[in-house]
C-alpha cells in the first residue's frame, strides 16, 4: 500500500510539472547597453548572459535547455554571424560565448528563442515552447591594449622533409626588440597566448595536451583527436581532425613549422577510400583533406644487405596551400603580434627552394648577431655541423666541417 501511495504522489508530481506552461516574460542583460570593456579578460570576467525571468515559475529539469538564436555584428558589418548562445541544465541565464577579438565593437541581436527538452527515447530534442517575435539587442565595445609592434614571419614545407623532428622547419624572433618595445628586461615577464582563427586570445595553445595543433580552419585541436583529459571541456565539442601545428617555442625566439603525418606499413589490402568529416554530428566540422602515399623505404640489414620496405603516408595538408597561426606576447597594455604562415608546397617546388647556398667555413670565431643551432637553440659560437647565423638583419646557413 506504501508503494503504491509513493508511485501515485510520483506521477502526481510528474503530471502538476507538465501541467504547467513556459512563459517567456522579458529578459534582462548583465551589462549596460553601450559598456566599453578596457580588454577582453574583462569581459570574460564579467560574460555576456541574457536572463530569462520564468515569471511561470516553470519547473526546468536536467533535460531541458534553453536557447536562443542571435545575429552578431562585428564593427560596421552589415551582414551579421548567426550564432545560437545556450543556458546550462535547469537554468535561465543564457550565456553568449563566442571568442571576443579586441579593438572591436560589437552588436548582439536576438532573432528567437525556444526551450528544448532531450527525448531519450529518440536521441532528439523536442521543442516545447518558441519565441519567434520578441527580440533584444546589446552593444558594447573592448579596447584592448596598444599594438606595438607586428612580426611576420613564414616556413616552408613539403612531403621532402621525411623526418620533421630531425630536418626542422622554423623561423627566428628577435626576442630583445620585443622586450624592448613592451618595456621589459626578460620574456619571462610578458604574458604569451596563442590566437584563433578570429584574431581572439587562447591561453590553451600553450597547453601540453594541445601542443599548438590546429585543424583546417586553424581552430585549436590535438594531434591524435582524442576528447579525454579535459579537452572537451576546452574545445566544447570534440576535436578536430589535426592538419598542421605552428609553435612558439618557450624563450619566443623561434616558430616551429609542422605537418600532421603518420608512418605506418603499407597494406595493400587496406581500403583505399579515408571517410572525412561532414555528415551527421559533425556537419560544422572543418572539410579536411585526407592523403595517402605509398613509400619505397630503403634500409640496410645486419646483414649488410639492402631491402626494401613499403610505407604508407598519411597526411592532411594540401600542396599549394598557406596555413596560417599568430601568437600575442602582451604586457600591461601593449602587446606584439607575431602572425607565422607555413607554405606547404609541392616537391619540385620545395627542391628549387632549398638551393639557397649553404656558406662552408673553417670553425674560428665570426661576428654575428646571434647564433643559433637548427633547432633554433641560441649558441654562443659555431659548433660542428649546421648553424644558423643572423647578421645585419640577414639570415643564412653556416655549414662548420
Known amino acids: 500500500m506504501r508503494k503504491s501511495l509513493l508511485v501515485f504522489l510520483a506521477l502526481a508530481l510528474a503530471l502538476g510539472v507538465q501541467a504547467k506552461e513556459w512563459q517567456w516574460g522579458k529578459p534582462t542583460w548583465n551589462?549596460?547597453?553601450?559598456?566599453?570593456?578596457?580588454?577582453?579578460?574583462?569581459?570574460?570576467?564579467d560574460g555576456i548572459i541574457l536572463t530569462y525571468p520564468n515569471p511561470g515559475k516553470y519547473i526546468l529539469t536536467g533535460m531541458n535547455v534553453?536557447?536562443?538564436?542571435?545575429?552578431?555584428?562585428?564593427?560596421?558589418?552589415?551582414?551579421?554571424?548567426?550564432?545560437?548562445a545556450?543556458?546550462?541544465?535547469?537554468?535561465?541565464?543564457?550565456?553568449?560565448n563566442y571568442d571576443w577579438v579586441e579593438g572591436h565593437s560589437y552588436r548582439i541581436e536576438t532573432t528567437g528563442a525556444a526551450l528544448c527538452q532531450l527525448n531519450l527515447a529518440t536521441f532528439k530534442t523536442d521543442?516545447?515552447?518558441?519565441?519567434?517575435?520578441?527580440?533584444?539587442?546589446?552593444?558594447?565595445t573592448i579596447k584592448g591594449p596598444d599594438v606595438v609592434d607586428v612580426i611576420n614571419v613564414e616556413g616552408t614545407m613539403a612531403l621532402s622533409i621525411v623526418d620533421q623532428m630531425a630536418t626542422p622547419t622554423f623561423s627566428l624572433i628577435d626576442v630583445p626588440s620585443i622586450c624592448e618595445k613592451l618595456g621589459i628586461n626578460s620574456i619571462d615577464e610578458a604574458e604569451l597566448y596563442g590566437l584563433n582563427p578570429n584574431g581572439s586570445s587562447n591561453i590553451?595553445?600553450?597547453d601540453p595536451r594541445f601542443d599548438f595543433w590546429r585543424d583546417a580552419d586553424g581552430g585549436l585541436t590535438v594531434w591524435g583527436g582524442g576528447a579525454g583529459g579535459g579537452v572537451y571541456d576546452v574545445l566544447g565539442h570534440n576535436p578536430y581532425p589535426a592538419v598542421y601545428s605552428i609553435k612558439l617555442n618557450e624563450t619566443c625566439d623561434s616558430v616551429f613549422y609542422y605537418f600532421y603525418d603518420y608512418w605506418r606499413d603499407y597494406d595493400p589490402d587496406e581500403p583505399s577510400e579515408v571517410p572525412g568529416s561532414g555528415t551527421g554530428a559533425k556537419r560544422r566540422a572543418p572539410a579536411t583533406s585526407y592523403h595517402n602515399v605509398v613509400w619505397d623505404w630503403e634500409w640496410v640489414d645486419e646483414a649488410g644487405q639492402p631491402q626494401v620496405t613499403q610505407r604508407m603516408r598519411s597526411y592532411r595538408v594540401d600542396e599549394g596551400e598557406d596555413y596560417k597561426g599568430g601568437f600575442a606576447i602582451r604586457k600591461d597594455k601593449k602587446v606584439v603580434f607575431i602572425n607565422a604562415t607555413l607554405h606547404f608546397v609541392s616537391q619540385e617546388a620545395?627542391?628549387?627552394?632549398?638551393?639557397?647556398?649553404?656558406e662552408t667555413?673553417?670553425?674560428?670565431?665570426?661576428?654575428?648577431d646571434g647564433i643559433y643551432s637548427l633547432s633554433g637553440v641560441p649558441q654562443a659560437t659555431l659548433k660542428k655541423g649546421l648553424n644558423i647565423v643572423r647578421k645585419g638583419g640577414e639570415v643564412k646557413t653556416v655549414l662548420v666541417p
Open 66 to 84: 534553453l536557447s536562443v538564436s542571435y545575429n552578431l555584428y562585428v564593427d560596421d558589418a552589415t551582414e551579421p554571424i548567426e550564432l545560437y
Open 361 to 368: 667555413i673553417e670553425a674560428a670565431p665570426v661576428a654575428a
Open 31 to 45: 551589462v549596460a547597453n553601450g559598456r566599453v570593456y578596457e580588454d577582453v579578460f574583462e569581459v570574460n570576467a
Open 350 to 358: 620545395y627542391a628549387q627552394y632549398q638551393e639557397t647556398p649553404v
Open 86 to 96: 545556450s543556458a546550462p541544465r535547469q537554468t535561465t541565464e543564457v550565456s553568449f
Open 204 to 206: 590553451f595553445f600553450f
Open 127 to 140: 521543442t516545447l515552447s518558441l519565441n519567434k517575435t520578441d527580440s533584444y539587442t546589446l552593444s558594447f
